[in-house]
Nanobody
Framework: QIQLRESGGGSVKPGGSLRLSCVAS????????MGWYRQAPGNPREMVAH???????RYGDSVKGRFTVSRDNANNAVYLEMSDLKPEDTAVYYC????????????????WGQGTQVTVSS
């Protein structure tokens, strides 16, 4: 089975930094897009950062200039470097990837990690 696993969440003070990691595993043929979404209580899920296989990146407006997304294709991993964290960044952060796997046939699907909590408070 293809799985995504996040790590690196935690509690930090405003202005602090965290680095989130996500690693995909399983019968992976290729990965197109990898990225991060977040959802805070009472709010809809929003896109945080996104990387295509070409290296093209996209950021949500609320994190531009503060977060940096990068991808390690050799390890099927994506990272999110978060700096100058603000209380409004508090949310569950989910790794997302569009992956083509092979288990008798090729199949492309969106996969989600279980999420990692990021809490920014004084």
């Amino acid at each position: 089975q293809i799985q995504l696993r996040e790590s690196g969440g935690g509690s930090v003070k405003p202005g602090g930094s965290l680095r989130l990691s996500c690693v995909a595993s399983g019968s992976i043929f290729s990965i197109n897009a990898m990225g991060w979404y977040r959802q805070a209580p009472g709010n809809p899920r929003e896109m945080v950062a996104h990387v295509l296989s070409s290296g093209f990146t996209r950021y949500g407006d609320s994190v531009k200039g503060r977060f940096t997304v990068s991808r390690d294709n050799a390890n099927n991993a994506v990272y999110l470097e978060m700096s100058d964290l603000k209380p409004e960044d508090t949310a569950v952060y989910y790794c997302n990837a569009e992956i083509t796997g092979y288990s008798g046939r090729y199949q492309s699907d969106d996969y989600w990690g279980q999420g990692t909590q990021v809490t920014v408070s004084s």
